[in-house]
């Protein structure tokens, strides 16, 4: 498949699904090139997701380091309410 956007790839997957909702009766023919096609769209799709996914883990860890470091100044205490020395959460 020459597919190589996830855009592309996702058109196809939209494009086959669309054609098999519409069919009143299957059209055998043309079932294994629309498996195929979407198989291979898949994969493309699937590949795409994957390499954010990761690419944003790492970005989101490397944040988390920073702020980890950057948040290490002691927090001030919150002043005591009535309700919280009895257990109750004041919201």
């Not at 597919?3 to 196809?12: Q, R, S």
């Not at 939209?14 to 909702?21: K, M, V, W």
């Not at 980890?68 to 002043?79: D, G, M, N």
């Not at 020395?85 to 919201?91: K, L, T």
């Amino acid at each position: 498949m020459a597919t190589k956007t996830f855009k592309e790839a996702y058109g196809v997957l939209q494009r086959h699904a669309q054609t098999l909702r519409d069919q009143q009766e299957p059209n055998i023919d043309d079932l294994l090139t629309i498996v195929t096609q979407s198989v291979d769209a898949y994969k493309v799709c699937k590949e795409r997701i994957d390499a954010v996914e990761k690419a944003l883990d790492k970005a989101l860890g490397e944040a988390g380091a920073v702020a980890k470091k950057s948040s290490r100044a002691p927090k001030a205490a919150l002043p005591a309410t009535p309700d919280a020395e009895n257990g109750d959460i004041p919201f």
